[in-house]
């Protein structure tokens, strides 16, 4: 079964998980030993016992056989509930290879005898079982089962039964598109599986939260997870953990590591073949098509899929046949096979309609309007991604996590790109900006909007907050691997706890998604002098939607976003080295803004990026006079939407001017190595965090002047933060809403695979648990009205990138958390041409430039300061976002 990228990341694991392990298992019980075990057995009711021992494992290849003489020597005793008892279980363990019509219908035919209905432990166990195989072919029916199974383990005082119902359940909850309920119900039910040493389930749910981080990409915490459940299943003759080894084969397969993935499926595959189980068969032969086409061999990829769909066909397996049809269709595309892929996709849809899984519906529905859109039948196709997308809606509102929303939501682009091409196509360019801005920095909006409604945080999750923030502590002080990997696990397992408290607290409301706003009033926002510019890359093409407070232009640019994203990766890697390449800065410019030009001449340019785009600096780009920045005033925005929001909220005016904190003593982290603070060749002190497992932290002497140089142009009222002083404690105990502007000179920690880890890295106060991290989780809490927060530090703006959704990083938290505008940083900016940077900006915004213009001035001193060809890693890698066209009142 393959799960969202979503749910699982938010599941609590109430145990530290072990280390990696290097697992060599025994496969279980063949059938030999089986009968051994039945020659030796002294009776049928002992028999009887055994094998529920090993199903309760999962271990239903060695029950089988036991099951199947337990149920002879019932019958022949005249046993008739032993019998039914053996019988029901001999049928779940047949499953493995037998049809699943035929299956079911022996389930059917057992669960309708009287002394079934009759007798409260047969009919859980019969559900149960029923159950256990049904969410391969109908979860609504598989729903039913287990909430019978659950209400009659309820009466009984079956607290294992219930907690494997409430276990599937969730899984099911899942499937309907509730993942707030299915985090609520799978969480319970890995404490109960902990709690009670109910083996088989700690495997199964293990595996199925591996498989979750797998989608999600985070295949090194997922390899974890899967090595966990592998060795837990190494209990005494535990069934065979399938799951797992498929879910670490893939893991490994998302880091390259190609062949011990393969060399991993070639065991599963060989024991299930041993065991004759073509359920996992099947599976485990389209996982191995996957890694096939990860290594480039679409055609063996191609073979292994329909060997792989032959079997699940006959098994009727409709899941996998329709994970299968869908990935195959993609194939067969690529392959050029138009028509296989056509057939392969209406199978994937008639198989995925019989399931009926909600979660799923919004991929039905996209590669419907796919198929319409190949019959050239557009109005048909427009309302059906238009659906896909409003049942994408209803989902996110039931989940409760900003990270997560935007997660989920980028995973799902391939919908609203296509959308958005097939808009294009039709020339329709409000239906183009709709369709883009459903997606696009609509999260940020939302929070922005949820921020003025939450309430106080619960004690629960405030005392989880403090436990993370003093694992982290010992973590940044910590010199021992071995010490460091055990906080590093406590840490996952302090987040996950803290995510599915969050989640908890969720379940009380219904998350709100801010409507986008429209074209029209996106433009009605804009000044004279400003053009919108919202990028697309498509997976071929590349766009700009420009937009005037009086017209609006849908442009297709001249390169594929293959080509785009190869020049920027290039120039960017030059900027960062500090090289120049005025060849690529030229050719960029051309792509990307030079068709915006030609058609609107004003002088403020507001882009909305996308994918890589969202590191690149426009305002570095070369057009035929030189840096864009000496023509035009260059901001960004997330969205849209956000833009508008910004320009059309109700303003409070903070009171004070300016909140300055620098010249932290980190002396409470251990040094950075050599070869982290300073760059080989110019040895600059760089304002960056490379991890923060590693706490490899330096003084920044430049931020002192700098935030000392700001505080006497801004004026009376200004609070300055050093040293001692400027530690996360004393930033979060001074009044941050009386603010108008909030600088911070300090080490960032800017982390891709855990956005809630980015933080602002300050002091620590002695004796306090604080952990000197202010982190995304903690910013989106802050409660600001700030016209500005500069975040003068190293890889502020860069983050989590999800495809369309946009990126999750620290800018954002401070968007989020009430600020208008933010200036951050792309690269790891040098600690004395930033102070310079700083200090002129400052110098603009007192002399009642508006925030953009300032930050252009400022960088243009620079230039005319150093040389007009200046390198731009000095001065291009701090940029702004949100309103910046209103000035700030400032005083010398």
Known sequence: MKWSQVVFALLVIVFTLPGAVSVHRNPGASQLEAVGLVSNASSPSALLTEADRLSWLGNWHAAGALYSVAETRFHSEHELTNEIHARLGRI??????????????????????????????????GFALKASILIDSDSKKAKTEWQACLEIANRLGDSQWAARAKGELGIIAFLEGNTAEAVNLLGGAIFSAY???????????????????????????????????????????AGFPFLAYRGEAAALAGLNQITPAKQLLTKAFAI?????????????????????????????????FRKAATIAQQMNDYRTVSEIMFDLSEVERQLGNLQSADRALKTGL???????????????????ADLKVAEKKYRQADKLYWQAEDVLDDILANQHSFEENTAHAGSMSSIYLEHFRLAQWMGNVDRAFQVIERVRGRFVASQMFLREQSGARSPIITKLQGEIAATQLQLMRSDSSNSKS????????????LAFQLNEAGLRRRETLVKPASLKAVQAALTDDEVFVEYVLHQNDAFCLAATNNSTE??????DSTTIRALIRSYLSELKAMRSDDRIATELYDLLLAPVVRSFPQSRIIISPDDILNALPFEALRDEHG????????????????????????????????????????????ALPDRFTRNPTSAVVLRGLAEITGARLTDLPGSRDEVSTIAQIAGKGSEVLLADKATESGVKAQPLAQFRIIHLATHAAADEHYPDRSALVLGVTPHSSDDGLLQVREIMGLRLTADLVTLSACDTNLGTDEQEAGVVNLEQAFLIAGARAVVASLWNVEDNSTTVLMKSFYTHLAEHEDKALALAHAKRDMLDRYGGQFHPYYWAGFVLAGKGTDTIRLGR
């Not at 009287?114 to 432990?121: D, G, K, S, T, Y």
């Not at 985070?218 to 003759?237: G, V, Y």
């Not at 299930?272 to 055609?299: F, Y």
């Not at 910004?646 to 001017?657: D, G, M, S, T, Y």
Request: proline residues 3%; charged residues 25%.
């Open 486 to 497: 055990s906080y590093m696990e406590q840490l996952v397992s302090d987040e996950r706890q």
């Open 272 to 304: 299930a073949r041993e065991q004759d189980d073509r359920v996992h068969e099947a599976d485990l032969l389209a996982e191995a098509a996957r890694i096939g086409i990860a290594d480039h061999d679409l055609k063996a990829g191609e073979a292994d």
């Open 195 to 237: 709690r009670s040493g109910d083996i088989g389930s700690q495997v199964r749910l293990l595996s199925i939260l591996g498989l979750g981080f797998n989608e999600e990409h985070r295949f090194s915490e997922a390899l974890t997870i899967f090595k966990t459940a592998i060795a837990t299943a190494e209990t005494p003759d």
């Open 554 to 559: 849908l442009i297709k640019l001249q390169a």
């Open 350 to 368: 008639i198989t995925s309609r019989h399931l009926g899984d909600r979660y799923y519906l919004p991929r039905d529905l996209s590669a419907l």
């Open 92 to 125: 779940r363990a047949d499953a493995a290879r037998a049809p699943l019509n035929q299956t079911l219908a022996a389930f059917e035919h057992e669960l309708n005898r009287p002394a079934v209905a009759n007798n409260a432990q047969l009919r859980i166990w």
């Open 627 to 670: 840096f864009v920045v000496r023509s035009k005033v260059v901001t960004y925005t997330p969205s849209g939407t956000v833009l508008w929001l910004l320009r059309n909220k109700k303003v409070q005016e903070a009171n004070r001017p300016l909140l300055a904190v620098g010249a932290v003593d980190y002396k409470f982290a251990r």
